[in-house]
């Protein structure tokens, strides 16, 4: 069996973690540069706040004082994912971290009986030490657990827990559940599905294993599959991403060259730590500029370039160097650019990497890989990338970014520690 622990509404539930005004009041987190709604309370909901949504748009609701808006505050909220992650991690030690607010636990060799029990308690300790709200569903699949942790967050009656545990409480679950909110489906494989009758996971499920293969692949036939019980999603633990990218629209048009290159080369220390931290090398260093394509009244240029690496790399020094020799060449005067990125890819195991005898550059690498090891570990203690080299902005790497409405980080800066009266 495995349960699914979501934190619920988890961006806004940081934010009332340290502002207890805000619960019971309709409150909305925003993307960078305070561009579109990514986060909503369910009182948001209630008054109609679609996902995604401009924040121009609801300007009349936050006016009147119906809603409250608030920045991405993404220090905050990583800060409190890893203590629920560790309260989770602490009852059951064989988890999956999903996402920032998910991850599923593994509750193999436990009785049935005693799996309500443990996941409520685990349900009210997460809110006691952190003050985030979290449901939980359990079934014998992942696919299963998602449809489970639905009923747990839409129905108080079930006090955080949902079980799915037998075939009738399987098929009441999935007449229940609209196809488009079957984990794997997706917004835009869900009005396909619809337009063919398929409207629940049930009407899903009832279909034969050729039709869903012919409509969805082999993926699909994976989710048919789990909805029925059938355990056919893998433990994604461990996985290596193909391909790492970080890029940011930027709060004001950039016209400097000096400006961007500052800005390309955080994104590329970004793409390299995370490099590491999986125990990749990639052997590919990609970047790509833009200009603001929402501003037709302006010259358009949006150019991409790519490096190969031989061989592969994960330092810092190694990266930022090769974006920054790219971006040299996509250059060009008399353009404003709006957003910029940098992709690392082509990603093998760092420790299967066989080294050349005859590799003149083997004395250099060594030593940018010991300089990184060295920035990691200042930087992860420090909290914000203290340690760079000299073509990256000193700071949080969110310097520069549109934050009009961002809450202090409480739990990873002094000077953003509650004051008690």
């Known amino acids: 069996m495995f349960a699914l622990a979501d934190c619920n509404n988890f961006f806004v539930s940081c934010e009332r973690a340290f502002q207890p005004e805000l619960e019971g009041k309709a409150v909305v987190v925003l993307s960078n540069n305070d561009g579109c709604v990514v986060a909503r309370s369910a009182e948001s909901k209630a008054l109609g706040v679609p996902m995604g949504t401009p924040i121009f748009k609801l300007k009349p609701l936050v006016d009147s004082g119906r809603l409250i808006v608030r920045s991405s ?40 009986a005693e ?47 949902c079980i799915i545990n037998d075939g009738d409480k399987r098929a009441k679950a999935l007449a229940l559940t609209p196809i488009g909110d079957v984990w794997g489906i997706g917004w835009r494989t869900a009005p396909k599905l619809e337009a063919t009758g398929v409207r629940t996971a049930a009407d899903f499920v009832a279909r034969p294993e050729s039709w869903v293969h012919t409509h969805l692949g082999i993926v699909g036939v994976r989710t048919w599959k789990e ?40 994104f590329a220390g970004i793409c390299a730590a995370k490099l590491r931290k999986e125990g990749s090398v990639a052997g590919e260093v990609a970047i790509f500029i833009q200009t603001n394509r929402f501003r037709p009244d302006l010259p358009q240029y949006a150019p991409y370039a790519v490096m190969r690496m031989d061989p592969p790399v994960s330092s810092t020094p190694e990266i930022v160097s090769a974006a920054s020799k790219l971006l040299e060449g996509l250059w060009r005067d008399g353009y404003g650019y709006k957003r910029a990125g940098v992709i690392v890819s082509d990603t093998t195991p760092a420790d299967a990497i066989q080294g050349s005898l005859f590799d003149a550059g083997a004395a250099t690498r060594d030593r940018d890989n010991r300089i990184s090891a060295i920035m990691d570990k200042v930087n992860y203690e420090a909290g914000c990338n203290l340690l760079r080299v000299a073509t990256q902005r000193p700071g949080h790497y969110a310097d520069g970014i549109r934050r009009e409405h961002c809450s202090p980080q409480y739990s990873t800066d002094w000077n953003g520690l509650l004051c008690v009266k």
């Open 227 to 266: 909805l029925q019980g059938i355990p056919a999603v893998e433990d994604n633990n461990g996985e290596r991403r193909q391909s790492i990218c970080t890029s940011r629209s930027f709060a004001e048009l950039i016209t400097s060259q000096e400006e961007l290159l500052l800005r390309v080369s955080d």
């Open 115 to 161: 799996m309500v029990p443990l996941c409520r308690g685990i349900v009210a300790k997460v809110r006691k030490w952190t003050g985030i709200p979290i449901s939980i569903g359990i079934a014998g699949t992942k696919t299963l657990g998602k449809v489970a942790n639905h009923f747990a967050k839409r129905y108080p009656g079930y006090r955080g827990v």
């Open 73 to 112: 505050n993404y220090a905050l909220y990583g800060d409190l994912s890893r203590r629920v992650m560790n309260i989770l991690r602490e009852a059951i030690p064989d988890m999956e971290v999903y996402s920032i607010d998910e991850a599923f636990l593994n509750l193999e060799g436990l009785q049935e």
